[in-house]
């Protein structure tokens, strides 16, 4: 069941430990916050076995500074708690994928990264890399 909270909305992924969020539109803080802890609410029965996030950033406007320290600290964050892969749906934004990029590196969390411009084509990544 989705759960939503402004620009941001978390699915799980059916049959798979994958939590999927899309944004859509300007996101904020607050809305990250919880994003940080709704996909971490999600995938907790994961974390001994690990799992992985799948970001949508289609719809979503680029983020600011602050922002992205957010979501470095989600990825931090994420990956403390046994994520293995971060997928991004850019769809054909280049902006969209150097931000994203950006914001992991800044993590230093070593965590697999992939880019990619549909849910399927990152949902199969998963599949080949994870196995998940």
């Not at 939590?19 to 300007?26: D, E, I, L, Q």
């Not at 979501?71 to 994203?100: H, P, R, Y």
């Amino acid at each position: 069941m989705a759960k939503q909270n402004g620009a941001q909305t978390v699915y799980p992924v059916s049959g798979r430990h994958i939590v999927y969020s899309a944004g859509n539109g300007k996101t904020n803080i607050d809305e990250l916050v919880w994003l940080n802890d709704t996909v971490l609410e999600e995938a907790a029965a994961w974390k001994s076995s690990g799992w992985a996030y799948i970001a949508d950033c289609t719809n979503m406007d680029p983020v600011t500074p602050h922002e992205g320290t957010q979501l470095a600290n989600m990825t931090k964050a994420f990956v403390e708690n046994g994520c293995k892969a971060f997928a991004f749906v850019e769809g054909d934004s280049v902006m969209l994928k150097i931000q994203a990029k950006k914001n992991t590196e800044r993590s230093q969390t070593g965590i697999l990264e992939g880019h990619f411009e549909t849910l399927d084509q990152a949902l199969a990544w998963i599949k080949e890399e994870l196995n998940i």
